[in-house]
């Protein structure tokens, strides 16, 4: 138990999960069905990176505007955000397993919508049923987990939910290189997200309601059914016993409070345990987008072609590369976060995230000062009213030929046709048009409009990786678990959902801003804009959330009750009290 300070968790190791799991694995069964739904959080992420490549591709609106690619992307967002609050409502009303049946048939919904979409926004509509899903799925996936694992593995098997985000992050962008020279490209990528939701939909069909949840409803029998098949013999009745106090202090709680959503609102807000829970909560999600990653997820092969890669299909290889790094991450964090601690992961993973992001930061800034400079001759020369508007050397004199390269080309919103000789080398600044890509095409040379051909790529591929590396095991797949263990069993679904309208708030905020801020800061101080972000993230991290590891949730309710301080500040309260009673 807590008494004053943080328990000692066992020294709970990954092989634990898999000897629990192979004993008894119905528990497995329920973590990889509940889990599908991160896999299809996942894959909604990734595809629409790959996809927005072709879909700019068909409407030409879309390709001359950054604020509707923006918003095709971040439509889900929103979405996410409005089904992460009417998520947590409906955890608590009706249970875990029915909000999840109810994400699976919002997926399939959006899924058709975009696969059959006539217009951008028809396909804006279909991402905002997809977001409607994907926001369910985001708390309920991890929460449901959480509530069917015994404690001493119940890190390790809701981070399965993390690794299969990562892996439908990563399949996804193995279906958009299978769709590549597919005609309906995108329609496809978009439309096989409707495939996972019907597995997932008939699988929990067959599975339980979450064992707590049936408790707090008083179907006793049923939830006791379910703990014998998860728990040992002689450990149903102490999880029983448990289940039984922590549900009674609620009841007692609700009696005072009510049970409206108001009610229930102004109760956890005029509950320190749960507020400290959703400080603790709130600060992870927030954290989580803050350092960028979404960018990266929804943009990967768009900060590929930053780097200086044109072709989408080679962007979309060396996205695969990193989608692929956030899987083998997962995996490392389900071997660790029951062995190390939540709280130990998440700083470490800070810690290198920043060290990412300015390194990151500093390769784009290189990448742009070392751009190809532009051939005055040949970008007036190349062909019929094909110079850049803004391109005028003898007309405006504080921008002559020296001052110009590939870079400030781009943010002329114009094209750089790269030398047929050598690729860093002068080449011609010229007009942004599908018909000038293709004339320099036909001289056998490379078009650029998003990006310039670089010395500097490869180190941005390589630290983009590392970025991924250093985030996945923490940052990654952390915040969820702390979100499933952290809050009161009455309040967990409206914690949960708190939490992820928060999480999805800010990717919102992060993912719609993205391109934007590309396009006024370059990709260099965008970089150095999260790296900001998450040193703040780190110092809140560091300040506000407790470590979990291995803990009951009434062990994590006395934690909270007594309330968390850093090991630094309890060592500086205490020698202040040493010093006031001498």
Same mark, same amino acid.
């Given at each position: ?311 989408? !299909?080679?962007?979309?290889? @060396?996205?695969? %590369?990193?989608? +692929? $790094?956030?899987? &083998?991450?997962?995996?490392?964090? /389900? ?118 051909? !670089?010395?500097?790529?490869? @180190?941005?591929? %390589?630290?983009? +990786? $590392?970025?991924? &590396?250093?985030?996945?095991?923490? /940052? ?107």
């Amino acid at each position: 138990m807590v008494e004053g300070g943080i328990a000692k968790a066992d020294k709970t190791e990954f092989t634990e999960c898999w000897r629990t799991t192979w004993k008894t694995p119905y528990i497995m069964r329920l973590a990889l069905s509940a889990g599908i739904g991160g896999l299809l959080f996942g894959y909604d992420t990734g595809v629409i990176s790959g996809a927005l490549l072709f879909i700019k591709e068909d409407f030409d609106e879309v390709d001359k505007k950054t604020w509707l690619q923006s918003t095709i992307v971040s439509m889900a967002v929103a979405g996410a955000i409005v089904g992460a609050a009417v998520g947590g409502w409906i955890n608590d009303r009706f249970g875990r397993r029915m909000s999840i049946l109810i994400a699976d048939v919002l997926f399939l919904i959006g899924a058709i919508v975009m696969a059959f979409a006539p217009a951008p926004w028809v396909i804006i509509i279909g991402r905002i049923f997809v977001g409607f899903g994907v926001g369910m799925a985001s708390m309920t996936s991890p929460l449901y987990i959480s509530e069917a694992s015994p404690a001493r593995i119940r890190g390790a098997l809701v981070s399965t939910n993390g690794l299969l985000i990562t892996g439908g992050q990563f399949f996804s962008y193995l279906i958009n290189l299978a769709f590549v020279h597919t005609p309906g490209t995108w329609r496809w990528m978009l439309g096989v997200a409707g495939v996972p939701a019907i597995v997932q939909f008939v699988l929990m069909l067959s599975l339980p309601e979450s064992p707590r949840w049936l408790y707090r409803k008083d179907r006793i029998a049923e939830s006791r059914a379910i703990l014998e098949r998860i728990y040992p013999e002689d450990e149903v009745e102490a999880e029983m016993e448990a289940l039984k106090v922590s549900v009674e202090m609620e009841k007692a709680d609700e009696a005072v409070i009510g049970d409206s959503f108001v009610a229930k609102l102004r109760g956890a807000f005029a509950n320190p345990i749960v507020r400290r829970g959703l400080a603790a909560g709130v600060t992870v999600q927030v954290a989580q987008q803050f350092v960028g990653i979404n960018t990266v997820m929804y943009y990967s092969p768009s900060i590929v072609q930053f780097a200086g890669y044109a072709s989408n !299909s080679t962007a979309m290889a @060396l996205s695969l %590369v990193t989608s +692929g $790094l956030n899987a &083998i991450g997962s995996i490392v964090s /389900m071997m660790f976060v029951d062995r190390y601690g939540r709280r130990k992961l998440m700083i470490i993973s800070m810690f290198g995230i920043i060290t990412c992001l300015i390194i990151l930061a500093t390769v784009f800034s290189q990448a742009a000062i070392h751009a190809p400079k532009i051939d005055a001759l040949e970008s007036t020369t190349f062909a019929p009213n094909a110079t850049c508007p803004a391109f005028a050397p003898l007309t405006v004199p504080n921008a002559p030929p020296s001052r110009w390269n590939c870079m400030k080309c781009l943010r002329s919103e114009c094209g750089f046709c790269a030398s047929g000789v050598q690729p860093y080398a002068p080449g011609a600044c010229v007009v942004l048009s599908d018909d000038m890509k293709a004339k320099c095409h036909s001289r056998g040379r490379t078009y650029f409009k998003d990006g310039c051909p !670089s010395k500097f790529g490869f @180190l941005a591929i %390589v630290f983009l +990786g $590392l970025y991924i &590396i250093v985030y996945a095991p923490g /940052m990654g797949t952390v915040p969820w678990i702390v979100n499933s263990e952290i809050y009161p069993l009455r309040y967990r679904g409206l914690g949960g959902g708190i939490a992820a309208v928060s999480n999805w708030v800010s990717n919102l905020i992060v993912s719609e801003s993205f391109l934007s801020l590309t396009h006024a800061l370059g990709s260099s101080g965008t970089f150095l804009l999260f790296a900001g972000f998450s040193t703040v993230g780190l110092f809140f991290i560091w300040l506000l959330v407790p470590e979990t590891k291995g803990l009951q949730f009434e062990e994590v309710e006395k934690l909270l009750e007594v309330g968390y301080k850093p090991s630094l500040l309890r060592r500086k309260n205490k020698a202040k009290d040493v010093v006031d009673t001498a």
